[in-house]
T-cell receptor, first 111, second 117 residues
Framework: GENVEQHPSTLSVQEGDSAVIKCTYSDSASNYFPWYKQELGKRPQLIIDIRSNVGEKKDQRIAVTLNKTAKHFSLHITETQPEDSAVYFCAASANNNDMRFGAGTRLTVKP | NAGVMQNPRHLVRRRGQEARLRCSPMKGHSHVYWYRQLPEEGLKFMVYLQKENIIDESGMPKERFSAEFPKEGPSILRIQQVVRGDSAAYFC???????????????FGSGTQLSVL
């Protein structure tokens, strides 16, 4: 089955800097890659997703890139703000398959 | 649309008791997923269900754990004879279509925090 690895496990940046979180997946059939943000004590919320027919997708300060050949995808947050502090999860799924998550990255944005 | 509803929000059980966690998917969603989250860890897949069918239970322990999603009513995750190691947050998520369809997005409930004393 699918195995998703996520790095780093913790990330601390200064407000205004960029943050990058990377994930790799094992199942070449995976074709859908969402990212979730989970604030302390709350449910995971979808923030952006990308499908395998697209290499990059951007939504304001958040962007995701996908390299299908290397089987890795990344989340980029620019101009970070304290409210971006949370745990971020990447995930991967293939047609007719279940969504598997990375272990999460705890992002801390220092004011 | 009330979103994915989970109850109870918090559940305390003593070792050996049974825990029943409920999940009502979003209106119109027929696919339900259960995930377990240990403190400071990620979301671990447990089971994927459609109405009246278990599609994939590869992430669920073989003993003491069971799940169902009846034709009517919420999905239930049942843990028998709970042990301290079962203490975790259990999240339910729902989706309108089987993954690979037009809308694959997964919507999460607020979770049930299970504490085993």
């Amino acid at each position: 089955g699918e195995n998703v690895e996520q790095h780093p496990s913790t990330l601390s940046v200064q407000e205004g800097d960029s943050a990058v979180i990377k994930c790799t997946y094992s199942d070449s059939a995976s074709n859908y890659f969402p990212w979730y943000k989970q604030e302390l004590g709350k449910r995971p919320q979808l923030i952006i997703d990308i499908r395998s027919n697209v290499g990059e997708k951007k939504d304001q300060r958040i962007a995701v890139t996908l390299n299908k050949t290397a089987k890795h995808f990344s989340l980029h947050i620019t101009e970070t703000q304290p409210e971006d502090s949370a745990v971020y999860f990447c995930a991967a799924s293939a047609n007719n398959n279940d969504m598997r998550f990375g272990a999460g990255t705890r992002l801390t944005v220092k004011p | 649309n009330a979103g994915v509803m989970q109850n109870p929000r918090h559940l305390v059980r003593r070792r050996g008791q049974e825990a029943r966690l409920r999940c009502s998917p979003m209106k119109g969603h027929s696919h339900v997923y259960w995930y377990r989250q240990l403190p400071e860890e990620g979301l671990k897949f447990m089971v994927y269900l459609q109405k009246e069918n278990i599609i994939d239970e590869s992430g669920m322990p073989k003993e003491r754990f069971s799940a169902e999603f009846p034709k009517e009513g919420p999905s239930i995750l049942r843990i028998q004879q709970v042990v301290r190691g079962d203490s975790a947050a259990y999240f339910c998520a729902s989706s309108p279509f089987k993954f690979g369809g037009a809308d694959e997005k997964l919507f999460f409930g607020s979770g049930t925090q299970l504490s085993v004393l």
